[in-house]
């Protein structure tokens, strides 16, 4: 006997983890946030411009091909020459590169925005994915901090222009020469490439998400272990050490740190005062001072810009002034928690970055907006997707004969030529029924219907959907539904549009009513 052959196996559809399908309100609420945000960059007098997903690996600076496969964080293929490209993971570094490439053409200060998907080979988990998008401003060519000052003000104007009121936001502002300082005093190791520094920054930029007790876990020799046993090597500091970076960043008591409101001129103040015994340099918090009087002059109070000895902001390319977005408002986490929404965008000086390209020093600052983290905010807020969108208009089919079908093209150009959102239903037009059905689905406010005997009387059939639904309510019988028609009236073939503009403008009265 031979043996059955065995069915082909089906493919399975799955997402990949850490990646999602986006669906129309969320793309239409994008655009429309987006869309603000273009708006307060273009009033600062910045400029679009346009870079690839794909980068040289080693181009994007942060990870390098030192292996067999790049895969520290980034995804990675091999070009057909050998190179080494990646999915660039945020829109600063190849901002660089192509500053860099057309740095003789470029006129600086080069003043520019961008928005993009970006890409993080990372463990996914809630609210955390592998493609986000960001919006990124950045002025390269500025060696002042007043360009430091203008983002921060601009980050303050970008948030009011979305329609988070002041008290939900603000802007808290810190110096990586600051951070410098603290770990000079605190002897982390110098002789390691820099890798104890940097385990030491990207545990302290976890302060939010961890509290005082993880950072302290991340900074110590043992490490942290997370609620799924996952375990984060530790930075290998002492005590003392922890003791030291602690009390200087204001987390020495689990009640304080970056949320506390203390007047920025007094944290300046005590900052310096903590330093000073340390023999360490104090530019970062001069610097501090300086945008603090620059912000302060153009009006922007310590209730939108804040300066906080706590901000990190985790990439290791910023070389000065730091600052970051934090929305105040509670939501309620997957936990049940009722938390701090938190960050939604930050940035800083990066003024090293280009300077890899052509050895020549670029100063540059720059902040990045998360898009969709910011959108889950605003929509928290209730500050988008106010105005929902319409369905189309569906022009249903009742003959299929190509001069019908000219007809029913024809009327569905006429109501899109007059801003209307038409279709033609495109199915099978043999079951009239299912038209119905379909504009039910579809979310439509208005069916149009025309047989042959309306078209030879230049007339055609108005079903307002959402008025018959109401009626329908009240009919017990499908004879009596189909006899009575509810919604559905005549009109001439010459009043179709004057009519569905009227019919739309009085459905959408009703929906601001029940609103």
């Not at 104007?157 to 410098?180: F, H, P, Q």
Request: hydrophobic residues 35%; proline residues 4%; aromatic residues 8%.
């Amino acid at each position: 006997m031979s043996e059955k052959k065995k069915k082909p196996q089906k493919l399975k559809a799955r997402l990949p983890r850490g990646f999602v399908d986006r669906s129309p309100a969320d793309i239409r609420a994008t655009d429309e946030m987006v869309a603000n945000i273009k708006s307060v960059y273009e009033r600062y007098g910045f400029d679009p411009v346009e870079t690839p997903i794909f980068e040289y690996t080693d181009c994007l600076g942060k990870f390098l091909p030192d292996q067999d496969r790049p895969n520290e964080g980034v995804f990675s293929v091999q070009d057909d020459d050998e190179q080494w490209m990646s999915l660039r993971y945020d829109l600063t570094a190849p901002l660089a590169r192509h500053v860099a490439e057309n740095v003789n053409t470029i006129q600086l200060p080069y003043r520019t925005y961008r928005a993009g998907w970006v890409f993080r080979n990372e463990k996914p988990g809630p609210g955390r994915f592998r493609q986000f998008m960001q919006f990124d401003a950045d002025t390269v060519g500025a060696p002042g901090v007043q360009a430091d000052a203008e983002m921060c003000m601009m980050m303050a104007d970008t948030m009011e222009a979305l329609g988070i009121k002041r008290g939900d936001y603000v802007i808290r502002v810190n110096n990586r020469k600051v951070l410098d300082a603290i770990l000079l005093a605190a002897k982390i190791r110098t002789d390691d490439d820099g890798a104890q520094k940097l385990a030491v920054l990207r545990s302290l930029d976890k302060y939010d998400k961890f509290g005082v007790d993880g950072v302290g876990q991340l900074l110590s020799v043992k490490g942290r272990t997370d609620e799924s046993g996952d375990h984060t090597k530790g930075a290998g500091l002492s005590d003392d050490q922890i003791d030291l970076i602690m009390s200087a960043a204001g987390w020495n008591d689990p009640t304080s740190g970056p949320k506390s409101e203390l007047s920025d001129g007094l944290t300046l103040q005590n900052l310096e005062e903590e330093l000073e015994g340390h023999s360490v340099s104090l530019d970062g918090v001069h610097e501090l001072s300086a945008i603090r009087n620059l912000v302060r002059a153009a009006g922007y109070d310590q209730d939108r810009i804040l300066f906080d000895p706590s901000v990190v902001r985790g990439l290791e390319y910023y070389t000065g002034p730091v600052y970051e977005a934090e929305l105040l408002f509670d939501v309620t986490n997957e936990k049940g928690e009722t938390v701090q929404f938190g960050s939604v965008g930050g940035g800083g000086r990066y003024d090293g970055l280009v300077k890899r390209f052509t050895g020549q020093d670029v100063p540059a600052t720059g902040f990045s907006i998360g898009v969709s983290r910011l959108m889950t905010a605003l929509k928290n807020l209730g500050k988008l997707g106010r105005d929902a969108v319409v369905a189309p208009v569906l022009v249903t089919v009742m003959d299929g004969d190509t001069e019908a079908l000219g007809k029913y093209q024809q009327i569905v150009q006429s109501l899109r030529a007059a801003g209307i959102r038409a279709e033609m239903y495109q199915g099978n037009w043999k079951k009239f029924g299912n038209q119905l059905n379909y504009a039910d689905r579809r979310g439509s406010p208005i069916a149009i219907i025309q047989g042959s005997d309306e078209r030879a009387a230049g007339k055609v059939q108005i079903k307002d959907m959402i008025e018959g639904r109401k009626q329908a309510e009240a009919i017990a019988s499908n004879e009596e539904y189909r006899e009575a028609r509810p919604g559905q009236f005549e009109i001439a073939e010459t009043e179709i549009v004057p009519e569905i503009l009227k019919l739309l403008a009085s459905q959408a009265e009703d929906r601001a009513k029940a609103g």
